[in-house]
């Protein structure tokens, strides 16, 4: 069958029906608003120091391994997959999805909660609110405005969470936290496209580093069903193959649920535009029941397995003490900071006092790869090491 790009449905994100951008632009001649948004994602230096943020495991442990880079693209594959299929806006599917964690520190999850307790008295760090930032501020590349300047859609989707507190000193993209609407269906989209290239890969990446096996992940009935299937079909198959034939299956299980259940959502609700969408009580773009429980059992699983295991908790708290130790450093001496940071730090200081350097030093340690947050590490604390 050939390939075909359906019509966008009414209740898709349409290009020209956009709430815009902050600073008014002339429309691109030959791309969509959101190719555009995402060409500026993908050109941004954000986007590039994702090659060497870690997922799970720390860049230097292989290269075999997902990092932040190859899990947004992922993401992307899969997002626009399931927003083809549901008659919405591939392209602002794939912005949300390549620039959902441009605002990611380094060493995953371990330096973000780290990054967070530094920053407790001075508002605190979340990594959505810091994607924003980058796109809304951070990046420096136009001469007309700081950031990026993406389209409300673009960074309605950027934004997946945000507290009461920091949805108030935001402009409108803060209203549906204060207000619990719904975003677009791209943006709810783009979500759990997420949380199926993470869950998924990470079962593939753990399988890799020999933290959790086989035999274990059948306790998990995602698994156990493709696991079953493929070994019915293929007794001889074994290694990477059979454990990628299990893998892609889960993702396309995965897949087909949400598609068909969001499709039945849409078809009882009936919403008539994006409008429509923002306006209902609950997300449109959902697994089954079914699906909703075998999804939180895997999730379950890699907490407690993969996530706790004894050998990524020693790199997490590696990771945590060369940002906790980054992060004191510069707050003590600010003079340490390189040139740049140092100007975008006495320009927040300035502004905000100790709550604005704070924030200058948290800005330049989030936008660190780990590589060089341990080189830097090394330069600042190790006598020996050059400066
Ligand atoms: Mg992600």
Redesign the pocket.
């Known amino acids: 069958m050939a390939e075909t790009t359906p019509q966008l449905a009414s209740y898709a994100a349409h290009p020209q029906a956009s709430r815009g951008r902050v600073f008014t632009e002339p429309s691109p001649q030959f791309r969509s608003e959101y190719q555009r948004d995402r060409d500026r994602i993908v050109h941004s230096s954000a986007f590039r120091r994702l090659e060497y943020k870690t997922q799970v495991f720390v860049n230097h442990e292989g290269d075999m391994f997902r990092t932040r880079l190859t899990?947004?693209i992922e993401?992307a594959q899969i997002g626009r997959s399931i927003a083809r299929a549901l008659q919405l806006n591939e392209d602002l599917t794939e912005a949300i999805a390549l620039a959902?964690?441009l605002g990611h520190t380094p060493f995953g999850h371990a330096g973000q909660d780290v990054l967070n307790e530094c920053m407790r008295d001075y508002g605190g760090f979340e990594h959505n609110l810091q994607s924003l930032r980058v796109v809304d501020e951070l990046e420096e590349k136009y001469a007309d405005f700081y950031g990026l300047n993406l389209t409300f859609e673009t960074r309605e989707g950027i934004l997946k969470h945000c507290s009461p507190d920091k949805a108030r000193e935001l402009d409108e993209l803060g209203q549906r936290f204060l207000q619990k609407t719904q975003p677009g269906l791209e943006a709810q989209l783009a979500n759990l496209a997420?949380e199926i290239?993470?869950n998924n890969h990470d079962v593939d990446d753990g399988l890799r580093a020999g933290l959790i096996n086989i035999e274990q992940l059948c306790e998990i009935s995602l698994f156990k069903r493709q696991h079953d299937e493929v070994a019915a079909r293929y007794p001889e198959l074994g290694g990477r193959r059979r454990v990628h034939e299990i893998i892609r299956r889960m993702i396309n299980d995965q897949v087909s649920d949400l598609v068909n259940n969001s499709q039945q959502n849409l078809l009882s609700h009936q919403p008539q535009s994006i409008d429509d969408v923002r306006t209902l009580a609950k997300s449109m773009i959902c697994f089954s029941e079914d699906m909703r429980q075998q999804n939180l059992q895997l999730k379950q699983f890699l907490r407690k397995r993969l996530y706790q295991h004894y050998r990524v908790r020693r790199m997490s708290n590696k990771a945590g003490r060369v940002i906790r130790e980054l992060f004191t450093a510069f707050m003590t001496e600010a003079s340490m900071l390189p040139p740049e940071q140092s100007d975008h730090c006495k320009k927040l200081e300035a502004e905000l006092g100790e709550p604005g350097r704070a924030r200058a030093v948290s800005d330049y340690i989030a936008g660190m790869t780990d590589r060089y947050a341990i080189v830097e590490h090394g330069r600042i604390y190790d006598p020996a090491a050059l400066t």
């Open positions: 899990h947004s993401v959902h964690d997420d290239a993470y």
